[in-house]
T-cell receptor
Framework: AQSVSQHNHHVILSEAASLELGCNYS??????LFWYVQYPGQHLQLLLK??????LVKGIKGFEAEFIKSKFSFNLRKPSVQWSDTAEYFC????????????FGQGTTLQVKP | GAGVSQSPSNKVTEKGKDVELRCDPI?????LYWYRQSLGQGLEFLIY????????KSGLPSDRFSAERTGGSVSTLTIQRTQQEDSAVYLC???????????FGPGTRLTVL
């Protein structure tokens, strides 16, 4: 069965610090990979996604993620965080060509101190 | 344009009662998903509808849970004989049917007393 593991449950950073959130998945086939973000009081929204091609993908608000197939990883990065990045971040996968149902990681709460 | 909407936003019920949660997907989206977000369990897939195909019910936790989608649009998730462990935020999402980006609604927070 597919599973997703996010290593950091709660991260606290100061503004301008660099961010990297880990995500590893378990699945033997081809996957599509996503990072979703949930800002306080808001809906889940897509941050970025990887389907194929360049393994380094860029998303909204300066976020990027790198797909490393050999490590089954899809880590999220941002060079310099802002207070407005305070949110919960979810890594998710679905099996390419399958139903589209997402398997989510447990989520990482990011708190950015001004 | 309008996003995914869900109603009610909050629902408090007594153990043993039945509840219905509603989802209105984005117009034209053929795929609709239900997920549950609860403490300790994270975000779990419940059920998936795609056009006229049989739904994927593989995530429903028990036979107390059911869902239907009428006319390929609105969906209702029904929980019968609610239990305290059903307390969670129930999220609905839709996509254009290409298993691409899912757009999530605001969720219904269900509290079972």
């Amino acid at each position: 069965a597919q599973s997703v593991s996010q290593h950091n449950h709660h991260v606290i950073l100061s503004e301008a610090a660099s961010l990297e959130l880990g995500c590893n998945y378990s699945y033997g086939g081809t996957v599509n990979l996503f990072w979703y973000v949930q800002y306080p009081g808001q809906h889940l929204q897509l941050l970025l996604k990887y389907f194929s091609g360049d393994p380094l993908v860029k998303g909204i608000k300066g976020f990027e993620a790198e797909f490393i197939k050999s490590k089954f990883s899809f880590n999220l990065r941002k060079p310099s965080v802002q207070w407005s990045d305070t949110a919960e971040y979810f890594c998710a996968v679905n099996a390419a060509g399958n139903t589209g149902k997402l398997i989510f990681g447990q989520g990482t709460t990011l708190q950015v101190k001004p | 344009g309008a996003g995914v909407s869900q109603s009610p936003s909050n629902k408090v019920t007594e153990k043993g009662k039945d509840v219905e949660l509603r989802c209105d997907p984005i117009s034209g989206h053929t795929a609709l998903y239900w997920y549950r977000q609860s403490l300790g369990q994270g975000l779990e897939f419940l059920i998936y509808f795609q056009g006229n195909s049989a739904p994927d019910k593989s995530g429903l936790p028990s036979d107390r849970f059911s869902a239907e989608r009428t006319g390929g649009s609105v969906s209702t998730l029904t929980i019968q004989r609610t239990q305290q462990e059903d307390s969670a935020v129930y999220l609905c999402a839709s996509d254009p049917g290409r298993a691409d980006t899912q757009y999530f609604g605001p969720g219904t927070r269900l509290t079972v007393l």
